[in-house]
Structure formats: C-alpha cells, structure tokens
C-alpha cells in the first residue's frame, strides 16, 4: 500500500492551498482516511478524516472551520481545501489510511496503518 501525498507549497498567510492524497493497492471506498499534521517541535495531530463510504467527513475543531476534507472514489483520491491559512498552519501534512470493517472516521492516528511522506505546508506571515 502507498499513500502519495501531494499539493503544499509556499502560500501567504489568508491564502488556500489544496492537497491530495492517492493510493495506491488500497481502495479507499474500503478505508477511513485522514489528514493529520506534525509542526516542527510539536506532536503529530488529526486535521481531518472520512469514512470509507464517504458520507462522514470530521474535522478538528481548532481548524476553525477552515479546513474541508472530500473524496472522490472513482479515482481513489481524497482532498484536504485548507483556506484562510495562517503561519500556525505550516507543518507536514499526511494522509493516513486504515481498511476498516466500521464505517466511522477515526480521529487517533493508532488506528491508521497506512500513512503517505507527507507534504510541507508553508504558510508566510
């Protein structure tokens, strides 16, 4: 299984960015799937996940709103739209991905087994 995170970048701080998340020997309509972000110094935390049917989207509260995740099945993709950033936003980001016999988000990253390299998210004040 290998999750291939893409899509950070340098952005101004008020800006969007959109990342992506591909698998591949996982199909994700059979996986919960999440975005989680480690800053530097800081411990690893739960943006955002989804089920694996693609009908529960949960996103951390401290996000504010700002953060949507979605999926699209047809090309085993899933999506974090991260808008109105800010410098406290920059870290790596990584997708996680876990086949799952409930349909639930999980929001710990003890529950997934698959996770993608990351991808850095810089955003300048």
């Known amino acids: 299984v290998q999750l291939q995170a893409s899509g950070g970048g340098l952005v101004q701080a008020g800006g969007s960015l959109r990342l992506s998340c591909l698998a591949s020997?996982?199909?994700?309509?059979?996986?919960?799937v999440g975005w989680f972000r480690q800053a530097p110094g800081k411990e690893r935390e739960f943006v955002a996940g989804i089920n694996r049917s693609a009908t529960s989207t949960v996103n951390s509260s401290s996000m504010k709103g700002r953060f949507t995740m979605s999926g699209d099945n047809a090309k085993n993709t899933v999506y974090l739209e991260m808008n109105s950033l800010l410098p406290e936003d920059t870290a790596v980001y990584y997708c996680?991905?876990?086949?799952?016999?409930?349909?639930?988000?999980?929001?710990?990253?003890?529950?997934?087994?698959?996770w993608g390299q990351g991808t850095l998210v810089t955003v300048s004040s």
């Open positions: 020997g996982l199909t994700f309509t059979s996986a919960s």
């Open positions: 996680a991905a876990d086949p799952q016999t409930y349909d639930v988000v999980y929001t710990s990253s003890m529950n997934y087994r698959y």
